[in-house]
């Protein structure tokens, strides 16, 4: 099985929540879990981390995920920060993206067409 943990991105001015992070844990019994930190949203406020199977993986307890939940249960505050601080980077992220789009188009607007199709 192959498991892609992508990136941590910010490439569209609106939310795309099939976008997120998460941190991907492998036991020396190679059991893999992913704990999903956030997800894009509008506004700052995240969802609870949670603890997932990877895609494809057997969607049932496992000692890893089940200690993980327990923790999570336990001390929810650095996960919960954690997912702020995500949440709040990606909404600060996308504004200045948004900025930088706006001033590429009005320079672009700005400047004389060149070339002979007047591009």
């Given at each position: 099985?192959?498991?892609?943990?992508?990136?941590w991105v910010v490439d569209s001015v609106e939310p795309e929540p099939v976008k997120g992070a998460a941190i991907t844990l492998i036991s020396d019994e190679l059991e893999v879990v992913d704990i999903c930190v956030y997800r894009q949203q509008a506004g700052t406020r995240p969802p609870r981390v949670t603890v997932m199977a990877v895609p494809g993986a057997p969607d049932e307890p496992t000692p890893l995920r089940d200690w993980l939940v327990a923790e999570l249960d336990a001390r929810p505050d650095p996960w919960a920060r954690t997912a702020t601080v995500a949440a709040e980077t990606v909404h600060e992220r996308r504004h200045q993206l948004e900025a930088r789009v706006r001033l590429g188009t009005e320079a672009a607007c700005a400047t004389a067409a060149t070339g002979p199709l007047g591009w």
């Open positions: 099985m192959t498991h892609n943990t992508g990136g």
